[in-house]
């Protein structure tokens, strides 16, 4: 369902949890990285190791709680946005919650907030503690909010209230028809929404001539990430439907794999 939907449903979040105990004990960063995927810099950043070392790049990270802190340095290096940093210690009533978010203008201190779900459902308003602009590391700012302590690990989005009120740059989340051009669809080949579209106009309406023409789909990921997004944009600007349009080839390796396992041979790679 996942992979479908992008949503991680509740088993998965429960999973990704640390025990009530260390929940109850101080910060801590919650990982929701569920989709293997070339990528590691949360291990790299984190200064107390407490993100383990990964045996394979494709790994899901994996948490040591103990020695974690929530300082948040995860949450604002994690290209995915999937890592949040959750404070469920300082209240019996409310809690706060870490919000990696790359809009702009940020929220400042104090301002009331509307917080959304993984689907991006209305929970509950929140009232903004802390904005980390992280100019130290160029990374993402993370947005720290306060809201009730039941709703902490329900809630992952933030939105402004006035939000209708200002000319936003980017567009309606939910309403990709809209992306902005300078949406980068393609991660690992730094390859933009509006690229795609210049190719779809041409004419290039298939995966796989796309692949070849401006390398989406190219890089160390495979299309695992990207490959739906760009079908999605093909469907929308030639207006087939979504399962009509093919899906481009599969080559092995179907993920990067290191040289030693090609030549010695490893089985269960
Ligand atoms: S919040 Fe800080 S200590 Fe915890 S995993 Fe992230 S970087 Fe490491
Ligand atoms: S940096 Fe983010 S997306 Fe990359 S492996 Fe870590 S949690 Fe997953």
Known sequence: MYLKT???????????????????????????????????????????????????????????????????????????????????????????????????????????????????????????LRVVPNKKYENTPVVTVEVPKDKVNEVRFLQLKQEAEVAMPTADPNDEENLPDTTIICRCENITVGEVRKMIDQGYDDFDELKRLIRTGMGPCQGRTCRHLIMQEISRKTGKKFEDIELGAFRPPTKPIQLEQLIGGKEDV
Do not use: H, W
């Open 6 to 128: 992008g949503v991680a449903d509740k088993e998965l979040v429960s999973n990704a949890l640390p025990t009530e105990e260390r929940r109850a004990s101080g910060p801590y960063a919650i990982i929701e990285c569920f989709q293997e995927i070339p990528c590691n810099p949360c291990t790299e950043i984190c200064p107390f190791g407490s993100i383990l070392p990964m045996d394979d790049i494709n790994d899901l990270p994996r948490m040591d709680y103990d020695t974690c802190t929530g300082c948040g340095l995860c949450a604002a290096i994690c290209p995915g946005l999937a890592i949040f940093i959750i404070n469920e210690s300082y209240s019996d009533t409310v809690a706060s919650v870490g919000i990696p978010y790359e809009f702009v203008p940020l929220p400042q201190k104090g301002d009331v907030v509307k917080m959304m779900d993984r689907a991006g459902e209305f929970v509950t308003d929140g009232k903004v």
